[in-house]
């Protein structure tokens, strides 16, 4: 025998008296459905979830809309007691009236997966959604049992009409007295092990987890019980297990976590590791493990994204990445000699381009195409070096930066703009290769000269701002005296100049 799962169409805002497109007493199903929420361990929902402009809106008014207040559950239904949410109706086209038109989750799959054979429908409206998630549900061969009094229609006949249509095709129209009244006979989980209302469902470690997201108002003996992620990890292996289990129960229950997807989490994922460049070049220690959680973060996150796809899931990337680490050095795993970085560092270049599935012939196919410019070049020439396209002295390159500099100088002369840029990038990409080969980092190199100029320029402002002096009204002679006097306190007291005080012009 199946488990038996409590499922909420629809009961959104919108469709309720005073939203967008009102179901007719709709919000009186609310007090009912939270009482039959006690009576199952498995509480699921849908919602419309649809963007601002779709096909749908051509016949309804505009309601649900992704992101919106009219999209929310009501405030009175306890949605912290549902433990997942099907998005429905989220392209420009469908209407998704049925709960298995989801597209964040095949909901057929996720029954099945669960071992759920038994939905007890409730919701809004009868006519329209709960009927076509009633109708579905029974095509692909689950038992439907609709709550009469938890379903409202927009019209009284048509709704009644849904449900002798879902009644003829195989499903029970029942009250929730009923289902109360059974609940209250119905042995505990515990004795009874096959498959009652009270059978929880019982989560495997790759699939969403069933717990309540109800967060205990104030610590208790039970809170590392009821939410084991609370508890702090002492080992590697804890804390892995730790963030698992907290991003599985973010993803299943916080409305946030639950709405993104890879392409929203790209943006995000960048400024990440752009404000850990920023804590590295601070030497910030504090800043740098803050922000590499962040990016562990999002790593988990992509492969919980991926795993619901059923693409991969987070040891297929651990073991794929060891793998192709124990692959790239045979100097170590292997019978390979490499006696110096320089070696280690032509044989994984060397084994990088054997290890690429597609039919790549230039050693540059895996630079990526959106790389800073900068990096790009310093990567170009080092990959360029790795198989002897190289210049041979340092002599060299700084001849090459004079002739490059030369020949920008004579397209300035010819006002040409179009030779200008074509001579700025040689000469720029000269000046990489020269810093490559002083073994300086371009990009480091320039972040520092923008933060000295920043700080430099700062103490001008500060200036300006003790003295009441708008800063374009300061001279220029004056913010080139400041600039060197902040220059030359850094020399002095190796501190930042905005932290001092800039002198008053005698």
């Not at 196919?365 to 020439?381: C, E």
């Not at 198989?387 to 004079?402: A, C, E, I, M, R």
């Not at 020269?434 to 100029?453: I, K, T």
């Amino acid at each position: 025998m199946g488990k038996k799962a409590l499922f909420i169409v629809d009961v959104q805002v919108d469709f309720c008296p005073g939203g967008a497109l009102p179901v007719p007493e709709g919000d009186q199903v609310i007090p009912v459905i939270n009482q039959l929420m006690d009576c199952f361990d498995v509480v699921l929902a849908s919602k419309d979830w649809h963007p601002p402009h779709t096909k749908h809106f051509e016949k309804w008014p505009v309601h649900a809309v992704a992101g919106t207040r009219g999209a929310d559950f009501h405030p009175d239904l306890h949605a912290d007691r549902i433990q997942k949410v099907f998005y429905k109706g989220t392209d420009e086209v469908s209407d998704g009236y049925s709960a298995f038109e989801a597209t964040n989750d095949d909901l057929e799959d996720f029954l099945r997966r669960e071992g759920i054979d038994h939905l007890y429908i409730t919701g809004l409206a009868t006519e329209y959604c709960v009927r076509a998630t009633a109708l579905d549900a029974l095509r692909r061969g689950f038992q439907v049992t609709v709550v009469r009094d938890a379903v409202r229609g927009v019209s009284q006949e048509d709704a009644q009409r849904a449900l002798q249509e879902i009644q003829d095709a195989g499903g029970k129209i029942i009250s929730s007295s009923e289902i109360l009244k059974e609940c209250q006979t119905t042995p505990t989980q515990s004795e009874n092990p096959s498959g009652s209302m009270n059978n929880k469902p019982e989560y495997s470690a790759n699939q969403p987890a069933t717990t309540q997201t109800r967060e205990p108002p104030s610590p208790s003996p039970n809170t590392e019980n009821d939410f084991p992620e609370l508890k702090p990890a002492f080992t590697l292996e804890e804390a892995i297990h730790r963030l698992d289990t907290l991003m599985r129960r973010l993803r299943t229950h916080c409305p946030w976590d639950r709405k993104q997807t890879f392409q929203s989490l790209r943006h995000l994922t960048i400024e990440e590791v752009y404000e850990l460049s920023e804590g590295i070049l601070a030497h910030d220690p504090n800043q740098i493990q803050e922000e590499l959680g962040d990016l562990l973060l999002h790593i988990f996150f992509y492969a919980k994204l991926a795993e619901e796809k059923q693409w991969f899931s987070l040891p297929d990337v651990i073991n794929a990445l060891c793998d192709k680490l124990i692959r790239r050095h045979p100097h170590i795993y292997g019978t390979l000699k490499a006696t110096s970085a320089e070696q280690v560092k032509q044989n994984w270049e060397r084994l990088k381009k054997q290890d690429r599935t597609t039919q790549q012939t230039s050693i540059f196919a895996s630079l990526p195409r959106s790389l800073p410019s900068l990096i790009k070049a310093f990567r170009i020439q080092e990959k360029a070096s790795h198989y002897g396209f190289d210049w041979s002295h340092t002599h060299d390159v700084l001849q090459k930066v004079q002739e490059e500099w030369e020949e920008f100088q004579r397209a300035i002369a010819q006002n040409d703009q179009k030779q200008i840029q074509h001579e700025l990038g040689d000469l720029l990409f000269a000046l990489v290769n020269l810093a490559r080969f002083l073994q300086v980092n371009p990009d480091d190199a320039l972040e520092e000269a923008n933060q000295r100029f920043l700080r430099r320029f700062q103490y001008i402002e500060t200036y300006a701002q003790h003295h009441n002096i708008p800063l374009e009204n300061l001279s220029l002679d004056e913010m080139n005296r400041l600039w060197e006097e902040a220059k030359h306190n850094e020399s002095t007291t190796h501190t930042k100049p905005q932290q001092s005080q800039p002198t008053t012009t005698q």
